[in-house]
């Protein structure tokens, strides 16, 4: 295992160990969307990134915002942040860590939504998509 690979694991895990208010909150919450034959996780290293939440089969990536991502240097990094995930075939939203809070019922609406195109489509076993260039996935040492 390459020293980046392990840098990636290690810095996700303490993450993982150090979660926020917010990340917990969504962490319990997500259990209530049915995710047949697949599931979320928790600080994922892909590529030189750590996303918040996961659903890699749906190729879906959740990021939390706190209040200095507004920050206009912040906010820079993470739409470039954003821009290589799409590149490479995963799809990301963002709540602001407020949002969780104030409507966590809306926040998990979008997220099913984006799983399976709709409030209305019934949740079924997702299939596992092709990446566009049919390279292994960056979490999997890609």
Not at 66 to 84: C, V
Request: hydrophobic share 35%; with cysteine.
């Amino acid at each position: 295992m390459g020293d980046i690979s392990r840098f990636r694991r290690d810095k996700a895990k303490k993450l993982r160990s150090n979660t926020t208010e917010p990340e917990q909150m969504l962490w319990r919450a997500l259990k209530a969307i049915p995710t047949y034959g697949t599931h979320f996780r928790r600080q994922v290293p892909i590529g030189s990134y750590v996303a918040d939440f996961a659903c890699l089969k749906a190729r879906l990536l959740i990021e939390l915002d706190g209040g200095h991502h507004s920050e206009d240097q912040i906010a820079a990094k993470d739409a470039a942040r954003t821009r290589w995930l799409e590149s490479e075939g995963y799809r990301v939203i963002r709540f602001w860590n407020a949002e969780l809070t104030a409507n966590m019922s809306g926040v998990l609406d979008t997220i099913y939504a984006a799983l399976y195109g709709s409030l209305n489509s019934e949740a079924t076993a997702l299939p596992t998509p092709p990446r566009p260039d049919g390279r292994p996935s960056p979490s999997r040492g890609g």
